[in-house]
């Protein structure tokens, strides 16, 4: 079993900076067990795939339009997952959520994820 609770959003200018954490907290097995990722979902619109990194951090991976300005991270040890986003623009104003799964495949799908955080609003205005 998996937990997750988000945690670092609020209201930033374009051009701004924020950290989003999540907290994993697991049970009956290791943390690098599960990948873990985070989507977004905007108002009225589908839950999107932001950020994914792999059981011990090694290999990450963006959705496009990041380009370049998140970063994931984790700390198996802490039990921590971030996204540190630069250069936030009014679009990526949306619930950020945090995800985990113990599979391997269609990582950037919601459908592979069956362990969710409660959730984390960013807002960016303009």
């Known amino acids: 079993q998996v937990h997750l609770v988000e945690s670092g959003g609020g209201l930033v200018q374009a051009g701004g900076s924020l950290r989003l954490s999540c907290v994993v907290s697991?049970?009956?097995?290791?943390?690098?067990?599960?990948?873990l990722a985070w989507f977004r979902q905007a108002p009225g619109k589908e839950r999107e795939f932001v950020a994914g990194?792999?059981?011990?951090?090694?290999?990450?991976y963006y959705g496009d339009f990041v380009q370049g300005r998140f970063t994931i991270s984790r700390d198996n040890a802490k039990g921590l997952v971030a996204l540190q986003m630069n250069s936030l623009k009014p679009e990526d104003t949306a619930v950020y959520y945090c995800?985990?799964?113990?599979?391997?495949?269609?990582?950037?799908?919601?459908?592979?994820?069956?362990?969710w955080g409660q959730g984390t609003q960013v807002t960016v205005s303009s």
């Open positions: 990194v792999d059981g011990n951090g090694r290999y990450t």
């Open positions: 697991v049970s009956g097995v290791t943390i690098n067990s599960y990948h």
């Open positions: 995800g985990a799964t113990s599979g391997y495949v269609h990582l950037k799908s919601v459908s592979a994820y069956d362990s």
